[in-house]
């Protein structure tokens, strides 16, 4: 089973680290740490080897794979000398991309791009004899899409497409292209991508499931955790701030307020839903060019005890944003391929494990079926994985 891995913003920092980390644990130059998948609790489960994932992809960047990974190797990102060992890897991987568009500036008529798009990723999947292609968006985060009636229905969308007008931002414009050539789509960032009814409708008529969105790596994969933890011991939370530094091409496109208000509304998420009351406090995100692929987050948690003891906990977390999320794309590839095999189409909620936005079963953030405790969501893809 030959499995085709299909990144939008294929030469950037996170998907590069999962190029290179694929190959090196296919290799055995390195153990497979962070990939959910690689565990006992999914050793019954049919998944493709992570030598069976074919890469390639749509960006708008000139570099080389080959030269972002050097770049990784002198941020510390990846290991010095890995590069070298999977260079054939990277080679076959970069070969693979082909030019992505901007929106607005590249697109005067969305349905030629499209369909432009959706004629790459199946030439991709003929190219290479691959048994299906999972699309994974790890482009830069987009600022929220304007509403538009275009979004509603499946007819709509292609009427609208049909008479030249711009209705989609990119990620969604990636999207409709994926679900169009029979793909599985995945978002990783908080931007629209698939998160439109059209898109739901174009899905289910296609027969191929979509997952999102924003993946989980850090500051609110501790959220999940926490949260749980104080509504379980019925503990009042009266303030939830947080503050996140972030370097690289992440932290400078969430410089810009607009594309940093749909990080935090995702980010904001996991506390009022998993306390099931509103709290106090606002995320951060500052941008501080010196960090460069890593990033740091501090949080302050006010919280009433017994008698109405006033407590706090405050914790950091310092990391690599693309060495934790590499991993996790390596996992939703495999994990999505499974659910396309299975005769799945639609949203996959039940990998709601790996998002701070997850996906409902009727297709909408926060969605009858979701629960934003890590441990729950866990439990909910193990079991799953193991029906499949």
Known sequence: MTTGVWLVGARGSVATTAVVGAAAVAAGLTPPTGCVTESPDFAGTPLPDLGDLVFGGHDVAGADLTKRAEQLVRSGVV?????????????????EI????????????????AAALASDIAAFRERRGLDRVVVINVASTEPPADEHPAHGSLDALSAALASGNDVLPAS??????????GCPYVDFTPSTGARLPAL???????GVPYAGRDGKTGETLLKSVLAPMFAQRALRVRAWSGTNLLGGGDGATLADPAAAAAKNASKSLVVGETLGYPVDGQVHI?????????KTAWDHVVFDGFLG????????????DSALAAPLILDLARLMDLAHASGRAGPVNELAFFFKDPVGADGTTGGPGVDHALATQYATLRSWAASR
């Open 79 to 95: 290991p010095a000398g890995l590069p070298e060992l999977v260079a054939d890897g990277l080679a076959a991987a970069d070969a």
């Open 98 to 113: 082909r030019p992505g568009v901007r929106v607005p500036v590249d697109v005067r008529d969305q349905a030629t791009a």
């Open 172 to 181: 969604s414009l990636y999207a409709y292209a994926a679900l169009t050539a």
């Open 200 to 206: 739901d409708e174009l899905a289910r008529r296609r």
């Open 286 to 294: 500052d941008y501080v060019a010196d960090l460069g692929d890593w």
């Open 309 to 320: 003891a006033r407590m706090s906990l405050q914790f950091t977390w310092q990391g690599c």
